[in-house]
């Protein structure tokens, strides 16, 4: 038997509980998994707050188990690409969605959806950086990839997950970062992170110009709506934005004008289906260049019993940095 967090949905009626499951219950409900994992630590992502409350469709099949991303060792495999033992990361493809996810002791997956712990790290190191430092990574890659390598980057939704590892990592890689935030009472902590100065959000979050005063060389948002409408407007001729949130909202109400004046490519970054040669180079970065002190600075871990309250947390969007979840605790 193992513990797990269980969503269920009848006749409309909505339950989130912590359960004990057992081994071939979790084999019933992971049709096409070939490794089984013994889960060390799993995150509380924005996304998980939406599946724990029931607030949006996040969840495609019940009942499931949450959690969008888990680390742990491999207890069982017929994966040829994988060994018992082996320490793994696993991030989307759908799990805590469509999949059985990883608030749980135990987990099942498909090997090829697996990415290896890369040394130094441990499991709970990965599960620190979780999906949020991951998809911080893909942003910082393909604002690098796009050729833009200094200068000054606005971080959107900084003292969030994805916005607080964005700034670390471009403020190792040289760039000067601009940390945009609600929350100023953080500014000390987004300091620590790296940022060199941090803004209102508010300077961003209502309708705009088309086309503002170039500022940026390169923009990191996690939040949508007019703040990346803002962003686009903002940034300067030839600049890359990486679009990867929606905390503000889904809609994107820009114009043309920053694209078509100004040159501003603008980068979609999904984690959930990235290929995995691209997510092991984002994890091997990661392993390279992130600054330990950071991760302790960034995390708060909590038991597998506080799952569902943090949920509920997540989405009031008063947590600051990543909560990472002891599921054996
Ligand atoms: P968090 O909840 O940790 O951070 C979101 C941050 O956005 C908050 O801390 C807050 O930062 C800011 N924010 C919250 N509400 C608003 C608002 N109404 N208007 C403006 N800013 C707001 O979430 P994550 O960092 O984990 O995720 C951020 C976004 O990225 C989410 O939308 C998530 O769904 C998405 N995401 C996408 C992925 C992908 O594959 N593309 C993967 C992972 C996440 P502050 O107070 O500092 O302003």
Same mark, same amino acid.
């Given at each position: ?60 099949? /019940? ?24 320490? =793994? ?6 799990? #805590?969605?469509?999949?059985? #996810? ?30 949020? &430092? ?18 000054? =980057? ?8 994805? #916005? ?29 992170? &790296? ?67 100004? #040159? ?18 984002? /994890? ?46």
């Amino acid at each position: 038997m193992f513990k797990a967090i269980y969503l269920s949905k009848d006749d409309d009626h909505f339950h989130a509980e912590l359960r004990e499951l057992d081994d071939a219950t979790l084999e019933a409900n992971t049709a096409g998994a070939d490794v089984t994992i013994d889960i060390d630590y799993s995150t509380i992502n924005y996304k998980d707050g939406l599946a724990l409350t029931n607030k949006s469709p996040v969840v495609r099949k /019940w009942p499931m188990v949450p959690g969008i991303d888990c680390a742990g060792t491999i207890a069982a495999t017929s994966s040829p690409r994988w060994a018992v033992g082996d320490r =793994v990361v696993m991030n989307g493809w759908g799990i #805590g969605e469509s999949a059985w #996810g990883g608030l749980a002791q135990r987990g099942r997956y498909r090997g090829d959806w697996l990415v290896r712990v890369p040394a130094p790290l441990s499991t709970r190191d990965t599960m620190a950086i979780g999906t949020a &430092g991951y998809t911080a990574m893909l942003a910082c890659m393909a604002i690098r990839d796009a050729g833009v390598v200094e200068g000054d =980057v606005l971080v959107t939704g900084a003292s969030g997950g994805v #916005g607080s590892f964005a700034i670390a990592i471009l403020a190792r890689r040289g760039y000067r970062v601009f940390a945009s935030t609600g929350k100023l009472e953080e500014a000390a902590y987004l300091k620590q992170l &790296g940022a060199a100065e941090v803004l209102d959000r508010a300077e961003l979050s209502a309708a705009g110009k088309p086309l503002q005063k170039e500022r940026w060389a390169a923009v990191v948002d996690s939040v949508g709506s007019h703040t990346l409408a803002n962003a686009c407007a903002q940034t300067r001729y030839g600049g890359a934005v990486a679009a990867c949130g929606l905390a503000q909202g889904m809609d994107l109400p820009v114009t043309v004008a920053p694209f078509i004046l100004r #040159g501003v490519r603008l980068l979609g970054i999904d984690s959930v289906m990235c290929p995995v040669d691209r997510r092991t180079a984002a /994890w091997t970065h990661l392993a390279e260049e992130l600054d330990r002190a950071h991760l302790d600075a960034i995390t708060h871990e909590i038991p597998l019993a506080g799952a569902i309250e943090a949920g509920r947390q997540i989405l009031s969007g008063t947590i600051r940095g990543r909560l990472v979840v002891d599921v054996n605790r």
